[in-house]
């Protein structure tokens, strides 16, 4: 016989020099024991799991979107006239006024977001705590910060339109030169996403407005807030891209 | 989640439910199974319709009518491109992915059902969008599967690249999005549902290789979804990402500046990985199968999940491989061959891996085993072309011709077909609570494997002699003239190949209703799929959580009373 796997009791298995793991060393109760209440934490852990995978997606959509940007910006066309190579790249006279607000508005519903998650995290932990009979926690101030999320977020998306609108009222449209594609490709592409977190956002909302579990609301809102301030990371990633590989 | 009792008591009841959109991962898979069925079907007449016209070039089809040379090109781009994407990434992953990869980790479903239904139901909306290609005015479009700009960015270029180019774009684009669901799932699935005992280096090779493919995809697919983008963006806005100044038909285009290069980039770096996203499911079927069939553990389990993850990384690595005739510094040509050869380590030490598992071991030659035997044979004869390939003075000559045809039929094509037989005659007791036809598989392998090899290993002489790829008719040409009676033979031989899968397809629906009835474990297997009944229940262990204590191949094991320890068998079972 060749090889064997290891046919030993699981308290003995170890992973090189580590020290022996615990039963639960795989993939854990993953929510599933322990009698008829959700496991909440496992939820929450997954759904970040699950998270981090779709960011990834983004992300490498964003890298060959850079990558092709830095490519077509070197890139030279023959010109009849002068019987030569030119760069073609072209300028986009962006309003810059306007995209900089448009990221102050976006930053800032980042930090509401933020407040929205930890109070929605405060309220999962106090859940317990509340539910036994006879405990008040007295009266919470309760902050709208997932409503201001949401006004702040279609605030983005109105003032991204209007940048859009002030790029063709310059006389740039998305054919105009290559530098303008890739100025709405990339804007456009990041609204589209943008767009996503803002169903995330309403569905936040809605989990509270149809008073589901504080634990599971809890979830969707972590979620939303993470994936917010990945929207909030890569938009400064494309306005310096705009604004400095130009 | 609820809990495993309240998981069974929740069985859906209505057939939409139940049926249509289930979130059962059992029936999604099952889905993604019949939808690949369906279209290899579709993938295999286009290319029974495009050999015979090689051999036939004025030959007249009952409904088909005559094939032009545009119609041969549509023909080969669409079979490529439903095979690639529809077939050899549906089903593998999909398909058995879907259906086993929860039950093997001893999960109750996926981690995240709705996007799990989501994602086959995009993929189906997918391949409907292609199918359309073929009906809209002017047809399938002529690129090839790999979408070549400009020729693919040019409604002007040629019949088929108006409405049925944006078709094909928008569905490979719609495929991409169901992948990305896909292997979001698969990826969260393995790292957060794993049973109790279930280590990483418990999991089932199989697991491993969904594990990774869904990796693969993750990181892949989106750069195909962001390139067909650009590419939508130049044939319908008027940009020039990839389009350079052309003319077409006397016309100046009103693109400039583009770079049909460009698109290659992106589409490779994406192309090279969906390689390995075919591939290794049938890899880790392969590695299961013959374990189980040779009564012996896998040899070098370890050594397996490495190659596999170097596979992986290295699958990243030499997308270039496939552009040395695009111009390409012959630094990073170089780079990219000996990017490109090391690939052959973790694949030789598969191989030879595979072959140390059967290696005096009680092999039982049932259909499964012969289908991962024809795995790894066509693995071999496929693979051993890559490394010519892999020269970039050698590409030189063989580029783009039947060489590089054959090369990718074996390795790609024939090979991950074969792995998804093995699968299919494996699981369906599994799947189907009856056994398939040993009789009638073993003659469908017989006839399947000396078909193959009787199509494409011809080709390998046809490339080296010069026998260029994507030409209609070689009629006219009269060194390849020459060549005709070998693409007689082949074609002779796709017509007996294709044939004999109809004997596969009636053991397929013959025994699903009245095959004999299967056992739990019919084939004394170790893995969780097989500790459970037949077929699964709903929530797949009937509302028990099962407990790994051992690895997943245990056979012949000293002092066992069995040949096999279950995985979740006691862990004192075999202490001795």
Not at chain 1, 16 to 31: E, M, R, S
Not at chain 2, 485 to 491: E, L, V
Request: charged residues 10%.
């Amino acid at each position: 016989m060749s090889t064997y796997s290891p046919t030993t009791p699981i308290d003995h298995v170890g992973h090189g020099h580590k020290p022996p793991l615990p039963p639960a060393a795989g993939g854990g109760d993953d929510g599933r024991g322990g009698g008829d209440v959700p496991n909440y934490g496992a939820r929450l852990r997954r759904a970040r799991l699950g998270l981090i995978c779709g960011i990834a997606t983004v992300c490498m959509v964003f890298v060959s979107l850079t990558s092709a940007y830095l490519v077509r910006q070197g890139l030279p066309t023959f010109d009849g006239a002068s019987n030569s190579y030119v760069r073609d790249w072209g300028r986009v006279d962006l309003p810059w006024l306007l995209l900089a607000i448009n990221t102050a508005i976006l930053l800032v519903s980042s930090v509401s977001m933020e407040l929205a998650r930890r109070k929605a995290a405060l309220q999962a932990a106090l859940a317990p705590v509340r539910s036994i009979p006879g405990v008040s926690l007295g009266n919470e101030r309760s902050f709208p910060w997932l409503g201001i999320t949401v006004l702040l977020g279609i605030s983005f998306l109105v003032g991204q339109w209007l940048a859009w609108g002030e790029l063709h009222a310059r006389g740039f449209f998305v054919d105009t030169n290559p530098n303008s594609s890739f100025v709405f490709l990339l804007t456009i592409t990041h609204a589209v996403h943008l767009c996503g977190g803002m169903i995330a956002l309403l569905w936040a909302a809605s989990a509270s407005l149809l008073h589901k579990p504080v634990e599971a609301r809890r979830i969707v809102v972590d979620i939303t807030a993470w994936y917010w301030h990945f929207m909030a990371v890569l938009w400064i990633y494309v306005f310096a891209l705009l604004g400095f590989a130009k | 989640m609820a809990t495993p009792a309240s998981v069974h008591a929740h069985t859906p009841q209505g057939f939409i439910r139940k049926y249509i959109f289930s979130l059962d991962h059992k029936v999604i898979g099952i889905q993604y199974f019949f939808l690949a069925l369906t279209a290899v079907f579709v993938g295999m007449f286009l290319s029974l319709l495009m050999r015979i016209h090689l051999v036939w070039p004025a030959a007249v089809l009952p409904f088909v009518g005559e094939i032009k040379p545009e119609t041969y090109l549509s023909l080969l781009t669409m079979h490529g491109t439903i095979m690639v994407f529809f077939v050899l990434t549906t089903a593998p992953q999909g398909g058995f992915g879907n259906y086993f990869l929860p039950i093997q980790i001893g999960a109750p479903d996926m981690a995240f059902p709705v996007l799990n239904m989501l994602s086959f139901w995009t993929t189906f909306v997918g391949f409907v969008v292609i199918l359309a290609a073929f009906f809209v005015t002017g047809g399938a479009p002529l690129h090839g599967w790999t979408g070549y700009a400009p020729l693919s960015a040019l409604p002007s270029a040629g019949p088929g690249e108006g409405l049925g180019a944006d078709l094909w774009i928008t569905s490979i684009a719609i495929f991409c999005v169901a992948s990305l669901m896909g292997a979001l799932n698969f990826i969260t699935t393995t790292l957060d549902l794993r049973a109790k005992g279930m280590t990483m280096m418990r999991m089932p090779l199989t697991v491993w290789s969904w594990f990774i493919t869904a990796i693969l995809g993750l990181l892949a697919f989106g750069v195909l979804l962001s390139a067909g983008i650009l590419l939508l963006m130049d044939r319908n806005l008027g940009t020039s990402f990839y389009v350079p100044l052309v003319v077409v038909n006397g016309q100046i285009m009103g693109h400039k500046g583009g770079s049909p290069l460009l698109w290659q980039h992106l589409f490779w770096f994406f192309g090279h990985p969906e390689v390995y996203i075919a591939i290794l499911p049938g890899m880790g079927v392969a590695s299961q199968v013959l374990s189980t069939f040779s009564r012996k553990p896998i040899f070098g389990y370890r050594a397996m999940v490495y190659a596999m993850l170097s596979i992986g990384f290295f699958g990243f690595m030499v997308w270039g491989h496939h552009m040395f005739m695009s111009g390409m510094s012959p630094y990073s040509a170089f780079a990219f061959s000996i990017l490109t050869m090391c690939i052959g380590v973790p694949s030789a030490i598969k191989t030879f891996n595979w072959l140390g598992t059967m290696y005096k071991g009680r092999i039982r030659f049932q259909t499964p085993m012969l289908y991962a035997i024809g795995f790894v044979s066509l693995f071999v004869s496929g693979g051993l072309s890559g490394p010519f390939l892999a020269q970039p003075v050698l590409d030189i000559q063989l580029h783009d011709t039947y060489f590089v045809v054959g090369h990718f039929h074996l390795i790609m094509g024939v090979a991950a077909i074969f792995g998804m037989f093995a699968a299919t005659y494996y699981w369906f007791p599994k799947m189907f609570g009856r056994m398939m036809n040993e009789t009638w598989g073993r003659v469908h392998f017989f006839l399947t494997l000396a078909g193959t090899y009787a199509i494409f290993m011809p080709m390998h002489y046809l490339g080296m002699a010069g026998g260029t790829r994507r030409y209609s008719q070689y009629t006219e040409v009269a060194y390849l003239q020459k060549l005709m009676p070998i693409h007689q033979f082949m074609t002779y031989a796709a017509f007996i190949t294709i044939a004999a899968q109809f004997i596969f397809v009636l053991n397929l629906f013959w025994s699903m209703f009245k095959g004999p009835k299967a056992s739990d474990n019919p084939w004394e297997a170790t893995t969780l799929e097989w500790t459970t009944a037949t077929p699964p229940p709903h929530d797949n262990f009937g509302g028990v959580t099962p407990v790994v204590n051992h690895g997943p191949y245990e056979y012949s094991v000293p002092g066992a009373p069995k040949d096999y320890v279950m995985q979740n068998d006691p862990a004192t079972v075999a202490t001795h």
